[in-house]
């Protein structure tokens, strides 16, 4: 009996002595994340027109990031004017970026131009299968856009419908307009 008493007082000490003490802060040990880079694609949206590059959307989302210990690299591959058409002739130059996320915000000045909506999507389209067979763990955002109704209720409805068809089409996730 005094051996199993002496054996229960010896374990209930090797817990006690090994249980965190609240007077000893703990440190918790710091995660190294490889960086990572996101391409932030396409018009003056992205590429902050008539603002400080720093500050653009891109960058403001890298400092956001950075404060929040995420480490992070954006690209900010903007280019103001641009329409979906412009983007697609211009894609290939973005297959060497080894990009583990894809921001894709394109179409903003088809719709201001009221170009062909299908047109629209069928260049979305080739923009997106580019980059998966370029980069086929690359994660895709795309940024959903509405038009005002002054351009016209069904081009306007048509026009922010094609983002959530591209999105479902392509599984990747939509960042609702």
Known sequence: MKIKFLLFIT????????????NIPE???????EKM?????????????????????????????????YNYEII????????????????????????DIYIITIGGND???????????????????????????AKMILGGMKLPINYGLSYAQEYQKTYSELAEENSIFLYPQ
């Not at 374990?11 to 609240?22: G, R, Y």
């Not at 440190?27 to 994340?33: A, D, L």
């Not at 932030?40 to 956001?64: F, H, R, V």
């Not at 641009?82 to 080894?98: A, C, V």
């Open 37 to 69: 880079k996101i391409l932030a694609l396409w018009d003056s949206l992205t590429a902050g027109y008539n603002l400080d590059i720093s500050e653009s959307y891109p960058s403001q989302l890298e400092k956001i990031l950075a404060e929040n210990n």
């Open 27 to 33: 440190k918790k040990p710091e995660i190294v994340q």
């Open 76 to 99: 900010n591959a903007g280019v103001s004017g641009d329409t979906s058409k412009n983007l697609l002739d211009r894609i290939d130059l973005y297959s060497e970026i080894d990009a």
């Open 111 to 137: 719709g201001l131009r009221r170009q062909s909506v299908p047109e629209m999507k069928e260049n979305i389209q080739k923009i997106v299968t580019n980059i998966q067979e370029n980069n086929p763990d």
């Open 11 to 22: 374990i209930l000490f090797l817990l006690w002595s090994c249980a965190p003490q609240e």
